[in-house]
T-cell receptor
């Protein structure tokens, strides 16, 4: 079992839909949680960064962390075709520097 | 520059050749990371520098992989005697020390034939 799991998709939604992307993890010591967006043949781009449990909102994006369930989510409101990409979750230990990534979920937003 | 840059963007090597991949981090970022991303997978950690010191190399898959950052800025990842399983995208990221906000370069796509 991998440390961080994501449904690989592809996930296809119509433009304007609310998208829910999720990761589960096995190491309860993870403390910092990140979401990255990766377009084809590009490097990952940082979207959201949260510490411990709770919610964080930034524009159309909301990140949620539930440490008791070892489950994190990214919600995208009013999805756009330009949101079509692979979404990667990543996490790290309190004193760790390197990230552990999930395999990514491929999202297609159809016009 | 404005972001992390990597060169070359694409590299084709014959099995057994040595390759060197370069990373230029964001100016002022003392932490630098190398990751390997196989097709359809998330990036996997290889090694981490703070300034010129290599603080963690636990992710390097074999002793054929070697990374350096002699002046605490530009870093080079070298792979000796490349094998087909080394084919992947090699990503470099940088950050301020202690920050969890890592900024990635576009990657170098290595194909070993």
């Amino acid at each position: 079992q991998k440390e961080v799991e994501q449904d690989p998709g592809p996930l296809s939604v119509p433009e304007g839909a609310i998208v829910s992307l999720n990761c589960t993890y096995s190491n309860s010591a993870f403390q910092y949680f990140m979401w990255y967006r990766q377009y084809s043949r590009k490097g990952p781009e940082l979207l959201m960064y949260t510490y411990s449990s709770g919610n964080k909102e930034d524009g159309r994006f909301t990140a949620q962390v539930d440490k008791s369930s070892k489950y994190i989510s990214l919600f995208i409101r009013d999805s756009q075709p330009s949101d079509s990409a692979t979404y990667l979750c990543a996490m790290t230990l309190p004193y760790g520097q390197n990230f552990v990534f999930g395999p990514g979920t491929r999202l297609s937003v159809l016009p | 520059g404005a972001g992390v840059s990597q060169s070359p963007r694409y590299k084709v090597a014959k099995r057994g050749q040595d390759v060197a991949l370069r990373c230029d981090p964001i100016s002022g970022h003392v932490s630098l990371f190398w990751y390997q991303q196989a097709l359809g997978q998330g990036p996997e950690f290889l090694t981490y520098f703070q300034n010129e010191a290599q603080l963690d190399k636990s992710g390097l898959p074999s002793d054929r992989f070697f990374a350096e950052r002699p002046e605490g800025s530009v870093s080079t990842l070298k792979i000796q005697r490349t094998q087909q399983e080394d084919s992947a995208v090699y990503l470099c990221a940088s950050s301020f020390p202690g920050s969890r906000e890592q900024y990635f370069g576009p990657g170098t796509r290595l194909t070993v034939t």
